[in-house]
């Protein structure tokens, strides 16, 4: 039997205050509201990728899980991304920089939540996309 296709993609993540969030990934991040479930919202990331942001009562900006994900976002242009992010006051972790180990050119911000985004290019010709 052959494997089944994967069609699409979505991450669902959890945040203490979904207001703040949906601010964060709709106003700032600019991302599509695909659909408003309530107490959970599913952003666009790319043409079949998503994002679902999840209100959890009881979570906290400190919770345990929020420093074990990195939310990626890949790009050909970190830095405008990042002086786009610099206008709005997001919280930058890291500068963009190039990192030689993985052959990539990235930043690092985090959500009002607290997850880590980086914001990427791959350098290796051999990743899908890039130039």
């Not at 209100?55 to 242009?77: E, F, K, W």
């Not at 030689?100 to 980086?118: A, M, Q, S, T, V």
């Amino acid at each position: 039997m052959a494997v089944p296709p994967i069609q699409q993609q979505v991450t669902f993540l959890y945040t203490y205050d979904l207001e703040i969030s949906a601010k964060f990934y709709g106003d700032i991040l600019k991302l599509s509201l695909v659909l408003d479930q309530g107490t959970c919202r599913i952003y666009r990331v790319a043409r079949d990728s998503f994002l679902g942001i999840c209100q959890r009562d009881g979570m906290t900006r400190d919770s345990a899980a929020i420093n074990r994900v990195i939310i990626t976002l890949v790009t050909q242009d970190v830095d405008r991304w990042y002086a786009y992010l610099q206008e709005r006051n997001v919280q930058i972790e890291r500068p963009p920089q190039h990192n030689p180990k993985f052959n990539i050119y990235h930043c690092f911000l985090r959500d009002p939540n607290g997850y880590l985004i980086e914001i990427q290019r791959f350098l290796d010709p051999a990743w899908p996309g890039s130039e």
